[in-house]
């Protein structure tokens, strides 16, 4: 038997989850950390239920929990740094035979898996505070003042991290990525061949970029500007299409909520 308050909860997971995933995925550069990052948002979230806000509000209380959690389990320091990318991806000559034998839709499925690794590992050299600062704004959109509201921190604090992490990202990509200005060097199809021998992209996969009336697309600028690059930092990222969440993620939430383990969870906090 199905609690109330389980089938109470249960749209606030089908709604907010890919958003959730959107934000921890980039935070953590791993799907597995993501959508364990993930349930335990969502867990706290239905053991401190009653402090569930208004439906407008729920998104943002959902990314202050999730920023929580992340600020728990993350180090203080990146684990990947822009020295680190460069070494994976641009240590060793371009290597073009990886895609030449590839349909259209195996293509820019690697392509895309490239641009989306190759982004959030960028985010991913900034320490956590500033990567949050970064996903709310230039990925997710969220506005400075209810950015800093589910950062905990100040508007003034919120700003600065913002800037530093700006400043860091478009100092790496601007000489250096396409997408910023296509003379520059690092190319995504001659760097295909090297992320799938590095491990650092799925080997196989198809999607068809042409096809998708979202802002996919070489540069990530959309169907009809497919071959123009955005050249502003925040416009890439606020153009990459959110990540796939693992399939079951959502089944696994929703069973733990319905069996009544979360209901369990629950009453021992409440006895404590």
């Known amino acids: 038997m199905v609690s109330k308050a389980a089938e109470a909860f249960r749209p606030l997971i089908d709604r907010h989850c890919r958003t959730l995933y ?22 706290r979230a239905y053991v401190g239920r009653d402090d569930l806000p208004d439906e407008d509000r729920v998104e943002a209380w959902l990314l202050r929990i999730a920023g929580h959690v992340l600020e728990k389990r993350l180090p203080r320091s990146p684990e990947v740094t822009f020295d680190m990318l460069d070494e994976t991806l641009r240590s060793e000559a371009t290597r073009t035979d990886a895609v030449r034998s590839l349909s259209d839709p195996q293509r820019d499925f690697l392509l895309w898996e490239l641009k989306q690794g190759c982004m959030t590992a960028v985010m991913n050299c900034l320490p956590p505070g500033e990567r949050a600062a970064f996903a709310l704004d230039a990925v997710l959109g969220v506005g400075a003042a209810e950015a ?3 950062l905990g921190v100040s508007s003034s604090a919120y700003k600065v991290r913002l800037s530093r992490a700006r400043k860091k990202i478009a100092d790496y990509l601007a000489p250096r990525c396409e997408h910023i200005d296509p003379l520059n060097p690092c190319r995504c199809p001659a760097r295909v061949g090297i992320a799938l021998h590095k491990g650092f992209i799925r080997t196989s996969g198809e999607v068809n970029l042409r096809a998708k009336p979202v802002p996919f697309g070489r540069y990530g600028a959309g169907p009809d500007r497919e071959d123009a690059p955005l050249r502003d930092v925040q416009a890439v990222y606020r153009n990459l299409p959110p990540p796939e969440p693992p399939p079951d993620l959502c089944e696994r939430m929703v069973a733990a909520l319905e069996s009544g383990a979360w209901d369990a969870i629950a009453a021992k906090k409440a006895s404590r």
Do not use: G
């Open 22 to 43: 959107n934000f921890a995925f980039r935070m953590t550069l791993d799907a597995a950390r993501a959508a364990s990052a993930v349930e335990e948002v969502f867990l």
């Open 148 to 150: 800093a509201k589910i």
